[in-house]
């Protein structure tokens, strides 16, 4: 299933989730450490330079930023989680920000789990992966930075991780490599939530706009 991106917009940014917008469109958010590429994933993603600002200063993402694709659906950015340079409270703060999100958002589709690919696995992202299942949230891994084909690093990075889950998963999660500089995995990215998108306004009737089949997923 093909997704053509007719729009991509920034909407707005909020610290309160009670206070983000009400329940009309799917979303899926983007978390994973501080510096892993959130905002140039979404930017690849939508083919922007500049849709959503990239900084090379961890933490720099200190709210929950939407984006809307299409006039469909949400891409959310969210702070990063560990390695920010901030006080322990604010970190603490932003936590609970991203899992009162995560836990109360009920249009809240997958949430995508960015990797870094060109490092071993980080405790850090095995115990929020964790704590997500613990949760029953859906989620789907994207490793990012795979910029040197057939680098023997990368696949050995993923296959440690993975190698990580299944020692307490009968099952891998989904997981996609994506490389911006090689302009690889968007495809796959995109067919993803091009099927999620129209597994949610297929279910979810009330919320169905016109012509929402071929408009939310820019089917061809």
């Known amino acids: 299933m093909a997704m053509i991106i007719k729009s991509s917009e920034y909407k707005a940014s909020y610290v309160e989730v009670e206070k983000c917008p009400p329940a009309q469109m799917p979303e899926f958010a983007f978390i994973g450490r501080s510096n892993v590429g959130k905002s140039s994933i979404i930017n690849y993603l939508c083919g922007r330079k500049a849709l959503s600002k ?33 006080s322990k ?9 991203i899992r009162n999100y995560i836990l109360k ?13 060109r490092i071993p696995p980080q405790k850090v992202d095995l115990e929020f992966i964790q704590w997500m299942a613990k949760n029953r949230v859906a989620f789907v891994i994207i490793f990012t930075k795979a910029d040197k ?3 023997k690093e990368v696949s050995t990075n993923v296959q440690l991780f993975h190698n990580e889950l299944l020692k307490e998963w009968d099952e891998l999660p989904l997981s996609f490599v994506t490389s911006a500089e090689r302009n690889a995995g968007r495809d ?6 091009a099927q999620a998108v129209k ?3 297929d279910h979810n009737a009330a919320h169905n706009p016109p012509d929402s089949e071929s408009a939310a997923i820019g089917a061809e």
């Open 149 to 151: 084909p057939g680098s």
């Open 89 to 97: 409270e604010k970190r603490e703060k932003w936590l609970a920000m």
């Open 199 to 201: 597994y949610y306004y």
């Open 188 to 193: 796959d990215v995109w067919g993803f939530i």
């Open 105 to 117: 958002r009920e249009q809240l589709q997958y949430v995508c789990l960015l990797v870094d690919s």
């Open 54 to 86: 990239v900084s090379n200063t961890p933490g720099k993402t200190q709210t929950i930023n939407f984006f809307e694709i299409n006039n469909h659906f949400h891409l959310v950015d969210l702070p990063g989680y560990s390695f920010a340079k901030v």
